[in-house]
């Protein structure tokens, strides 16, 4: 028999009943790209055993709390997934009213305006929006130029521009989180309002981060953030 074990802590039951749907969809991936190389190496499936109860989902779906705010993180980077996030933030806060923080990809001018319109459709859930440049201060490589904050604001339909909040100078992932948190700790009704971070895997990392330089015991000790 072979073993696949999974580390870490998970706010997530073994029971496939109790994942949201997206995580599902990924564990059945995992279990099945296992079951695909014993096959092709020769081995039966049926030695397999998978458990995922203890597995951590950096950056999918991923709820951190900083200075007792809720910040959720999902790098979701395609229309699709920003919808299939929108869906899930409400099926598990349905009462909850969020502050969005979204940077992407230039690389991704074809699926810019799905992901802003995929945040349209979500405008209900959204009471602030802020606009991020990922990797302000760092060299990308080519391939992998942020998008502006203006080029995003300027891609914003007119029901989403309302909810554009003022653009921070420069327009960075942490800048504009320490703003948020600052803000949501001000405004009437804060309690109801949390942070959610998503449009790329870099603004997702890029949260990671700011979450444990501004409050290291909001991940784990042995968590990547930290280095």
């Not at 059945?28 to 203890?54: K, P």
């Not at 960075?172 to 405004?187: F, Q, V």
Request: glycine letters at 8%; charged letters at 25%; aromatic letters at 6%.
């Amino acid at each position: 028999e072979i073993d696949v074990p999974t580390h870490g802590p998970s706010s997530s039951s073994s029971s496939s009943s109790s994942r949201r749907p997206t995580e599902a969809e990924n564990v059945a991936l995992a279990e099945g790209a296992c079951r695909a190389f014993l096959s092709s190496s020769g081995f039966s499936s049926d030695c397999l055993s998978v458990d995922f109860s203890g597995a951590r989902w950096p950056g999918r779906f991923e709820e951190i709390r900083v200075k007792g705010r809720t910040v959720l993180v999902d790098a979701a980077h395609n229309g699709e997934s920003v919808r299939r996030l929108a869906e899930e933030a409400r099926a598990a806060y349905p009462s909850r009213r969020w502050h969005v923080v979204f940077g992407c990809g230039r690389e991704k001018d074809d699926t810019t305006k799905d992901m802003v319109d995929a945040l349209a459709g979500a405008a209900p859930m959204i009471a602030r929006l802020s606009f991020v440049q990922a990797g302000v201060g760092v060299h990308l490589p080519p391939s992998k130029q942020p998008a502006t904050a203006r080029d995003l604001e300027e891609a914003a339909p007119p029901s989403l521009r309302p909810l554009i909040a003022p653009r921070l100078d420069p327009p960075s992932t942490r800048k504009t989180l320490d703003a948020a948190i600052e803000e949501n700790n001000n405004i009437e009704g804060g309690d109801g309002v949390s942070i959610l971070v998503c449009g790329s895997v870099y603004v997702a990392g890029e949260a990671r981060e700011w979450a444990v330089e501004t409050d290291p015991s909001s991940l784990p000790p042995d968590d990547w953030a930290h280095r």
